[in-house]
């Protein structure tokens, strides 16, 4: 059954991931953390196996991508770091300032930066990543698939990564908390099962190539419809030293 989206509020603090006790979750690589949604509802969030090393689920993902990979919300980086250890070129932005370390210390290339800033290379990646639950950054999944075409070579391919299970179509306004309590800033966050995502696909002009399920996970992959679209003059190639350059861009 549908969930109707809801109303989020539109004055939000900016960078909810750069604060305790997300922060401290990734220093430690241990959980338990969760989302809390204003009713008191709680998502677990993986902690443990985010900060692992990419697993059977996670290499299916990997095995599909082509091209220059840029991974959204890299988190602590065990993607791009899979990827770079086979010689594939991949960057991870992040809005998390910890996340971001964690990713440069595995030898991975990382950017602290939001999908909504400008971003290097912009229109020329191959493959775009939305893993673990990252379909819903922003709270808004049309505005991501058509800021994610920008993004992408024209026909590029979008991985991500939707809610096993009942139709799911949620925006919510959620904060990360802990066993103990502690809370972060709210942030709009969106949940989507697959179904869902082949509709806003469709409607942002993507056309779904694959679905498939691995690990207890979900997954779709989609191309962009767009057959062109400009590249930003300012935008620079995916190489390390544009990336080493920009990293403390905040």
Known sequence: MSTAPTAIPRTIAPEPWSTDPYTHALNTGQGPLFLRRQDG?????????????????DREVLRRCKGPVLDIGCGPGRLVAALGTHGHPALGIDVSEAAVA???ALGALALRRSVFDPLPAEGRWGTALLIDGNIGIGGDPGALLDRTAQLLTPGGLLIAETVPGPDLDERVLVHVTDARGAAGIPFPWARLGTPALLRHARRAGWRAVDQWAAGGRC??????????RA???SAEPPKSTAVMRSQRVR
């Open 41 to 57: 509802w709680l998502l677990p969030l993986d902690i443990e196996r985010w900060c692992a090393d990419a697993d059977a689920a």
């Open 102 to 104: 964690r990713t440069l």
């Open 219 to 228: 997954f779709v992959a989609l191309r962009s419809g767009r057959s062109s």
């Open 231 to 233: 590249t930003s003059s």
